[in-house]
């Protein structure tokens, strides 16, 4: 318990600070699809009886080992080209985009309706040519992207060309122009986002007509729009034909599908399973913010010459002088911090004991981490 109190002075001696930890993230394509088995036997993937979404795994997700990567889903507007009640889980594809929208973009404030995902910046001038109705969804693990995606470092390439040979042709979608000062970011009621452009142009000459999705950072979540394959699939646009599920006549044929084609007639773990295959890399940084507080503790020559424990006094002299006149001397080996009314709140030990005397004077710094 100390006996003496030296006060803090909240304008000179208490400082905060914010600091950025990044790793990097990098998910090969053969871990996502082909390394735990080959479809429709991969353990690594796990579906639901609901049919909404499929998880991807590091490892077979059976194991104690194994670690939640990301789930991965489709889903399109009630006003898209694809919706019909005819089509398969048609309801829970458009309850998909309408959840995934109200979360992360919100309602349109004068008709009340959930906004419609934009490959731009601008997520309500409602442009048709940018407008994303039709969508696939990954959404990343708090594991692995902790606090955000740090702005600027998210890749995905993907495979461009028919489903017997689909990373024939690849391009990469990167958030070339987004960076950790805000530029070119976008903002909703989900957080910060940037467009993801293919890359294979450059950076200044990028346009919305080589946008294809947007990744949100805080969220961890990127969606992708389907005109990527519709408009670059080679191969009489086979986006889909061994692994998506068909329905009616189409079952067990294996005839090739467009994306969107998929996205209507397969189910969602179907055309989540194509999504998949096509998966070559993907990369990002994440990030881990701590935040703290910083106590300079400072201890003047007139105090804290006197140790505060009881073996420091012997028949009420020092053990530590041999000399009457000699000045006292004192080694701080531990801060504490209390409130108002000098209850401790928390302690910090020194790696090694400072000398004290009368002759100097020591300021500590203590910093809190959070």
Request: hydrophobic content about 25%.
């Given at each position: 318990m100390a006996i003496t109190y030296e006060p803090l002075n909240q304008s000179t001696d208490v400082t905060t600070t914010r600091t950025l930890l990044h790793e990097i993230i990098?998910?090969?394509?053969?871990?996502?699809?082909?390394?735990?088995?080959?479809?429709?036997?991969?353990?690594?993937?796990?579906?639901?009886?609901?049919g909404m979404f499929q998880s991807v795994y590091d490892y077979p997700y059976l194991s104690s080992?194994?670690?939640?990567?990301?789930?991965?889903?489709?889903?399109?507007?009630e006003g898209s080209v694809l919706s019909a009640s005819t089509n398969t889980q048609n309801s829970k594809?458009?309850?998909?985009?309408?959840?995934?929208?109200?979360?992360?973009l919100g309602y349109d404030a004068e008709t009340g309706a959930v906004e419609i995902f934009e490959s731009d910046l601008d997520i309500?001038?409602?442009?048709s040519t940018e407008q994303m109705k039709n969508c696939f969804f990954l959404s990343f693990a708090r594991l692995l992207t902790k606090d955000q995606v740090k702005k600027g470092s998210f890749s995905l390439e993907l495979g461009m060309g028919p489903w017997s040979s689909s990373m024939s042709s690849r391009i990469t979608l990167q958030d070339l122009r987004a960076s950790e000062e805000g530029t070119q970011v976008g903002s909703s009621v989900g957080g910060d986002y940037g467009v993801l452009y293919d890359s294979t142009g450059s950076a200044a000459s990028l346009t919305n007509t080589s946008s294809y999705g947007v990744v949100f950072y805080q969220a961890g979540i990127v969606v992708l729009s389907s005109s990527i394959w519709d408009e670059r699939v080679t191969g009489s646009n086979d986006f889909a034909s061994g692994s998506a599920t068909m329905?009616?006549?189409?079952?067990?044929?294996?005839?090739?599908?467009?994306?969107?084609?998929?996205?209507?007639?397969?189910?969602?773990?179907?055309?989540?399973?194509?999504?998949?295959?096509?998966?070559?890399?993907?990369?990002?940084?994440?990030?881990?913010e701590i935040n703290s507080t910083i106590y300079f503790c400072r201890m003047p020559v007139n105090k804290f010459n006197y140790s505060a424990n009881p073996t420091y006094v012997n028949a009420s002299k020092i053990r530590v002088k041999t000399i009457a006149s000699n000045q006292p001397v004192s080694y701080v080996t531990t801060i504490g911090l209390y409130n108002v009314n000098n209850e401790l709140l928390a302690t910090a030990k020194l790696s090694e004991p400072l000398k004290k005397t009368p002759d100097n004077e020591l300021t500590l710094r203590v910093r809190l981490d959070y």
């Open positions: 990098p998910l090969t394509g053969t871990i996502i699809s082909g390394t735990y088995g080959t479809f429709p036997n991969e353990e690594n993937i796990k579906n639901y009886t609901h080992s194994a670690n939640h990567i990301f789930d991965i889903t489709t889903g399109y507007d594809k458009i309850n998909l985009y309408n959840q995934f929208s109200q979360v992360l309500t001038d409602n442009t329905t009616g006549s189409d079952a067990g044929t294996g005839q090739a599908r467009t994306a969107l084609q998929a996205m209507a007639t397969s189910s969602i773990s179907g055309t989540c399973d194509a999504l998949r295959h096509r998966i070559y890399n993907l990369s990002y940084n994440n990030t881990t």
